[in-house]
């Protein structure tokens, strides 16, 4: 078993990162075009899950400070000025955190949902199959009756202002991860006079389900780990385990296409980590 090089690990994702200096982000354009060519970033570095973020390729390998005038919160006006606006995608994702994805992604996604086309039935379908809670039903069923909706009024019209903010938060996040709902927009509306604008995805998606038609999951799968090893040279099996939520047969299936596909090699070890490593062909020579 090959052991790999935390040197050639750690210089590998620097540039896939957007640590060198030379190509820190600067710009909204730049913010678009650090997404598209990595296919989906976080927003924010996740602890314990490795992966490209735009506070990162902004302000660097640091930690997110909590002064509102660090010149790194550039990156909430760049943001919340494009939703609504098609750059990307933004949504609570992967592990329910803020996560953008480019359109061309997107759809792959979206492949793996249990959305299947029709917006006034699959959320019931879902209910009834009890992966959807009482909360988020009424959630969007409020956005898909009145359209678009900040999150007080979407409360107030869910009927969940009397609910525990734990509950309107889950059922939000839960909606999110399952490609039904997104934020479009930001408003003046709440005591922060700051809240978000949520439409149903196929409202403002309308082509996105067909899209999403034409891709079977199992090159979802296939298309979205090979991004992953493309950005992180290489990977346990836990990590990417950790990051998808994949069940353990469909995420084995899937590496274990990619190493015969010579996309992946596998049977690697680290030096300080326990488990199976795999890395990208390329990465690994």
Sequence with gaps: MKELSLEA??????RTFGLIPSDKLKSPTEAASFVDARGFVYFWPIKGIPLPNLWMGVAGDRPVPNEHDDPGHITWGWKDNALGKKIWYYGKILRRKATMVSLEITPYFYALTENYGSPEEDYLIAYQEGTLTQAAKLVYEALLDEGPLNTIDLKRAARLTNAKPSEFSRALE??????????????????????????????????????????????????LLT???????????????????????????????????????????????????????????
Aim: charged share 30%; net charge positive.
């Design 9 to 14: 690990l750690k210089t590998y994702r620097a």
């Design 174 to 223: 839960t909606l999110q991860k399952d490609f039904k709902i997104l934020p479009i927009g930001v408003s003046d509306a709440g005591a922060w006079h700051y809240s978000h604008i949520y439409e149903i995805v196929p409202r403002h998606f309308p082509d996105l389900p067909e899209q999403a038609r034409l891709i079977g999951e199992s090159a979802a799968r296939r298309k």
């Design 227 to 285: 991004l992953y090893f493309e950005m992180l040279g290489a990977s346990g099996k836990r990590d990417a385990a950790k990051l998808f939520q994949w069940p353990k047969p469909l995420l084995d299936r899937t590496l274990e296409g990619l190493v015969e596909k010579e996309i992946l090699v596998g049977g690697m070890t680290h030096p300080k980590e326990k488990g199976e490593w795999f890395g990208l062909k390329g990465f690994i020579g």
